[in-house]
């Protein structure tokens, strides 16, 4: 049974950082793409970052323009774990993320992820 979970969100100062986490079982993530996007209250689920594999190694990613060069995703095959690293989070950051796998159209239950002073 393919199941993802995610773990990390909170409530962070903006400036701060966070990293989320997204557990993966019933299948292996090295050889699959896997996605991070988010909700906020009211607006539409949008793709905030995207990893895929090829040739077993090399990760390839991209991001949404709005958290280019604050967020990195990575992944741990070991763990079978995908990350979601957070810098510089604004108050616009501010919503719930969920994790997913295109390949098995899978999603987590979500991390919500608050910005506020």
């Known amino acids: 049974q393919v199941q993802l979970v995610e773990s990390g969100g909170g409530l962070v100062q903006p400036g701060g950082s966070l990293r989320l986490s997204c557990a993966a079982s019933?299948?292996?993530?090295?050889?699959?793409?896997m996605s991070w996007y988010r909700q906020a209250p009211g607006k539409e689920r949008e793709l905030v970052a995207h990893i895929t594999s090829v040739r077993g190694s090399t990760n390839y990613t991209n991001y949404a323009d709005s958290v280019k060069g604050r967020f990195t995703i990575s992944r741990d095959n070991a763990k079978n774990t995908v990350y979601l690293q957070m810098n510089s989070l604004k108050p616009e950051d501010a919503a719930v993320y969920y994790c997913?796998?295109?390949?098995?159209?899978?999603w987590g239950q979500g991390t919500l992820v608050t910005v506020s002073s």
């Open positions: 019933g299948f292996t993530i090295s050889s699959n793409a």
């Open positions: 997913n796998s295109p390949r098995f159209n899978a």
